[in-house]
């Protein structure tokens, strides 16, 4: 059974930080891109970042130059190092796989919130 579990999340101040965790069970992260999305109630979910298996990440400009995508293939664990934490960052952070056949795998989602 594949299975993807976030963690990481909690409440910060503004300008913190945070290193959100997606662990994946069932499924070989690095012959993947990986994609974090970002959802706040009323909305729908929004790409944060996206990692391909040859090591390119592409991310929102929202979050370009505070925030890192990385891999450890030996947990087979994405992280996503958040710094310089905004209000506006605030929300549901979802990790994401798109297997071949079409099929989406989600994670059940990890909280941030930003607020002073």
């Known amino acids: 059974q594949v299975q993807l579990v976030e963690s990481g999340g909690g409440l910060v101040q503004p300008g913190g930080s945070l290193r959100l965790s997606c662990a994946g069970s069932?499924?070989?992260?690095?012959?993947?891109?990986i994609y974090w999305y970002h959802q706040v109630p009323g909305k729908e979910r929004e790409l944060v970042a996206a990692?391909?298996?040859?090591?390119?990440?592409n991310y929102a400009d929202s979050v370009n130059g505070r925030f890192a995508f990385s891999r450890d293939s030996a947990s087979n664990t994405v992280y996503l190092q958040m710094n310089s934490l905004k209000p506006e960052d605030t929300g549901v952070y979802y990790c994401?796989?798109?297997?071949?056949?079409?099929?989406?795998?989600w994670g059940q989602g990890t909280q941030v919130t930003v607020s002073s």
């Open positions: 990692n391909t298996p040859g090591g390119n990440t």
């Open positions: 994401n796989v798109r297997r071949s056949n079409g099929v989406q795998i």
């Open positions: 069932g499924i070989i992260f690095r012959i993947y891109t």
